[in-house]
């Protein structure tokens, strides 16, 4: 598997994921019982208009944090601390 590729299938997972969620929800609709129902009652309350784009809102921002997370653990941190000596702050460049 190249670079290329796995940079894109380790941003895919999180956006896989997030329509998964949605996916399973909505089959979790047809379940039988108390399960069913409530999983029925949660896709008519994230499909009300206003709760839609909060839900997708909500999930697009998980999908977003969750790539974020995964590039962070594989390249590390962006901070760099400088060391600035007393003799070179009163130069300037």
Known sequence: MSKRSR???SGMIPILLVSATILGIGLGGRLPGLPGEIFRKITGFMFTP???ELTFAFLGLLAVF???N???QKQGDEYVSLEVEEGQKDQKP
Do not use: E, G, Q, Y
Request: hydrophobic share 75%; glycine share 0%.
């Open 7 to 9: 940079i894109i299938l």
């Open 70 to 72: 995964i590039r962070l």
């Open 66 to 68: 969750s790539i974020n």
């Open 50 to 52: 206003v709760f839609l």
